[in-house]
């Protein structure tokens, strides 16, 4: 089975630019989530989705990042416009139902704001 | 001014030795936790689970020990093998928390030859 996809897989882009990321959930599962790793601050929860609804954003830095799930398969998050201390490695992770589940992670995005 | 990344814990362990990972949590309303395994490049992995009411759980090579007593949780690796090498993360999480996991700062472990 094929398990959570994100892409692209490494980004590299100037301070201002329109970044947008990407993410294809496990099929079946109804949970997303978007996290943020850096050195700093370590695994960081940016916002979650519940059948497709964001549920709680608290984690999102400012404005600047805004988080969209169209439908059960799809999701993104874009940051717009980027700043250097916006790179990290982003990840989207899914899960199941409600009640306490075991996130599944995806390979990640690695960005780059120069 | 100069930034200060995250110090993560080192674990230096000899192969086919056994290592153990321990984790301290703060919420005494948690009630399900996990540890993940991330290796250099890659997303967290999930190694095992355990919930509230159980102290153990064991899995392949792996068992994890709850001591709610004193908000503590560990994960001991069987003989511990080069592929182990990784970042280890616990996370906790509670029942009406919205399914959110809180991460640990990680904890490295080498397997050294």
């Known amino acids: 089975d094929a398990g959570v996809i994100q892409s692209p897989r490494h980004e590299v882009t100037e301070m201002g630019q329109e970044v947008t990321l990407r993410c294809k959930p496990i099929s079946g599962h109804d949970y997303l989530f978007w996290y943020r790793q850096t050195m700093m601050r370590g695994l960081e929860l940016l916002i979650y989705f519940n059948n497709n609804v964001p549920i709680d954003d608290s984690g999102m830095p400012e404005d600047r990042f805004s988080a969209k799930m169209p439908n059960a398969s799809f999701s993104t998050l874009k940051i717009q416009p980027s700043e250097p201390r916006d790179s990290a490695v982003y990840f989207c992770?899914?899960?199941?139902?409600?009640?306490?589940?075991?996130?599944?992670f995806g390979p990640g995005t690695r960005l780059l704001v120069l | 001014g100069e930034s200060v990344g995250l110090h993560l814990p080192t674990l230096s362990v000899q192969e086919g030795d056994n290592s153990i990972i321990n984790c301290a949590y703060s919420?005494?309303?948690?009630?399900?936790f996990i540890w993940y395994k991330q290796e250099s490049g890659k997303g967290p992995q999930f190694i095992i689970d355990i919930r509230s009411n159980m102290d153990k759980r064991q899995g392949q090579r792996v068992t994890v020990l709850l001591n709610k007593t004193v908000k503590h949780l560990s994960l001991q690796i069987a003989a511990t093998q080069p592929g182990d090498s990784a970042v280890y993360f616990c996370a906790e999480s509670y029942t009406g928390g919205g399914n959110k996991l809180t991460f640990g700062t990680g904890t490295q472990l080498k397997v050294e030859l």
């Open positions: 919420n005494s309303a948690s009630d399900y």
């Open positions: 992770a899914s899960s199941k139902l409600a009640g306490v589940q075991t996130q599944y």
